[in-house]
T-cell receptor
Framework: DGGITQSPKYLFRKEGQNVTLSCEQN?????MYWYRQDPGQGLRLIYY???????QKGDIAEGYSVSREKKESFPLTVTSAQKNPTAFYLC??????????????FGSGTRLTVV | QQPVQSPQAVILREGEDAVINCSSS?????VHWYRQKHGEAPIFLMI?????EQKGHDKISASFNEKKQQSSLYLTASQLSYSGTYFC??????????????FGKGTSLLVTP
């Protein structure tokens, strides 16, 4: 079955350390997204990509970086510049950025904790 | 721009109905609705594209008003499985996020026996 795989499920980061969250999809979707979820805040957009080798900043991109070298993969790096990285991170994909008629498919998330 | 959802939380008994609202200050390209169980991935429920549109399946339906600034999700004869947090996601191509969805803060729904 097609879907989105996020790994790891749980991740612990030390202060000053960079960590990378993996997101892989086999849905043949063009667009991919990263959202951050904090209690009571909903989902906030970090980065999105419409096509391979192209990505744009979302509302809270500071302290994060991404790459889109393959259609299937959209990894997110949480850098040491992100001062409050503890959160639940969700990756999603869709057929096209304009997405008329179909919804997003989400991965099961990565819970990142700073220790 | 983040859409405004209301209410923040609602508690129902099995069989009761609920309405969740999602509003924006500007006309929207589309509205999506999702449900999320705690610690899990949000699941797509439906998308509305046209002003005045209504759609649904089983006992969950939604509407999009004529001005395309407000959407409502209707849950009728609620079941225990309806419990979770409901999010609306809106598209506004003229916003900073382009066609990417902006999500509301969510509505927590608890259905009790």
């Amino acid at each position: 079955d097609g879907g989105i795989t996020q790994s790891p499920k749980y991740l612990f980061r030390k202060e000053g350390q960079n960590v990378t969250l993996s997101c892989e999809q086999n849905l043949n979707h063009d667009a991919m997204y990263w959202y951050r979820q904090d209690p009571g805040q909903g989902l906030r957009l970090i980065y999105y990509s419409q096509i391979v080798n192209d990505f744009q900043k979302g509302d809270i991109a500071e302290g994060y970086s991404v790459s889109r070298e393959k259609k299937e993969s959209f990894p997110l790096t949480v850098t040491s510049a992100q001062k409050n990285p503890t959160a639940f991170y969700l990756c999603a994909s869709s057929r096209a950025i304009q997405n008329r008629g179909t919804g997003y498919t989400f991965g099961s998330g990565t819970r990142l904790t700073v220790v | 721009q983040q859409p405004v959802q209301s209410p923040q939380a609602v508690i129902l008994r099995e069989g009761e109905d609920a309405v969740i609202n999602c509003s924006s200050s500007k006309a929207l390209y589309s509205v999506h609705w999702y449900r999320q169980k705690h610690g899990e991935a949000p699941i797509f429920l439906m998308i509305l594209l046209k002003g005045g549109e209504q759609k649904g399946h089983d006992k969950i339906s939604a509407s999009f008003n004529e001005k395309k600034q407000q959407s409502s999700l209707y849950l009728t004869a609620s079941q225990l499985s309806y419990s979770g947090t409901y999010f609306c996601g809106t598209q506004d191509p003229n916003s900073n996020s382009g066609y990417a969805l902006n999500f509301g803060k969510g509505t927590s729904l608890l259905v009790t026996p």
